[in-house]
């Protein structure tokens, strides 16, 4: 097989399987070359990706040494994607009556939710995650999103058991914004004890959904290691339950008698800040 066309097959083993450990006798296989001609490809592919900004290739050496694929965006497409997103949310046209926004298109269009998973893989990536929790329904295509580029399953916690999922193991929880207990259930076998999680959801007021997944978790002597939110209601009326977690837009106010949206970026621009340059020279 000729390099340009080892260099495809390469690319795209590494963008279908993000962060799989493979050992350098299986692409030495499949290629019918030598390990160095693979060694060669690499390098390339791995520059390729980082002036790229989508990410680098992470070699191990030793007996069971090989290759795998860390997908990664540069701060400087994140900055301009979240601002992109802050323009889009605040049309006037969202307001809903209550003061609700609407956001539907956005969770429902692929290609910006892939773009969203990315961006919280990135700030993920160093982080030993098993599986992307979440909590039905609207956060469910975002875990979905961050999970491809983590390349680990997803679990839902649901209001209500389904006899099909078998026993279930259920709290109660205080919502932090309207302060009515409310019920949260996760299947026994939907997460085995002792998983690395990673918490997505799609809106964040006071935190009373999440800090009850927390607690859901901790039956399952779970250990979170890292929470996203797409958008976080910036009031200073209500008292946030958590801080540790990362946030891609910040809505600070709703105005539905002058119809204006203040929209801002959130902390993950301020906590993750690796640009293109540094991530070419590393």
């Known amino acids: 097989m000729k390099r340009s066309n080892r260099l495809v097959v390469l690319s795209n083993f590494f963008?279908?399987?993000?962060?799989?450990?493979?050992q350098l006798p299986y692409f030495v296989s499949r290629l019918e070359t030598t390990k160095a001609s693979v060694s060669e490809d690499m390098d390339i592919i791995d520059k390729v990706f980082r002036r790229e900004g989508i990410g680098y290739l992470q070699r191990t050496t030793g007996a069971g040494g090989g290759v795998k694929y860390i997908p990664f965006s540069i701060h400087e497409k994140n900055k301009a994607f979240i601002e992109k997103l802050c323009q889009s949310l605040e049309d006037p046209v969202r307001i809903l009556p209550g003061g609700y926004l609407y956001m539907s298109d956005l969770l429902g269009d692929p290609k910006t939710i892939r773009e969203i998973g990315r961006v919280f893989a990135s700030a993920f990536s160093d982080k030993?995650?098993?599986?992307?929790v979440t909590v039905a329904t609207k956060g469910i295509p975002l875990a979905y999103a961050v999970a491809s580029f983590l390349n680990v399953p997803v679990v839902i916690v649901r209001r209500d058991p389904k006899v099909t999922e078998g026993s279930s193991v259920s709290i109660n929880y205080v919502s932090g914004s309207s302060k009515k207990i409310q019920t949260m259930v996760l299947p026994k076998r939907s997460l085995p004890e002792g998983s690395n999680v990673c918490i997505v959801d799609d809106f964040m007021k006071a935190g009373g959904t999440i800090t009850g997944m927390r607690n859901l978790l901790e039956e399952f002597d779970a250990t979170v290691q890292g929470i996203g939110v797409l958008a976080e209601a910036d009031d200073e009326e209500e008292e946030?339950?958590?801080?540790d977690y990362i946030s891609l837009i910040k809505i600070s106010n709703v105005d539905i008698k002058k119809k204006q949206i203040d929209v801002q970026v959130g902390n993950y621009l301020e906590n993750y800040k690796t640009d293109g340059q540094s991530l070419i020279n590393e």
Do not use: A, F, G, S
């Open 15 to 22: 963008l279908e399987n993000p962060r799989k450990h493979t």
């Open 128 to 132: 030993d995650i098993d599986v992307v």
């Open 240 to 243: 946030r339950v958590i801080d």
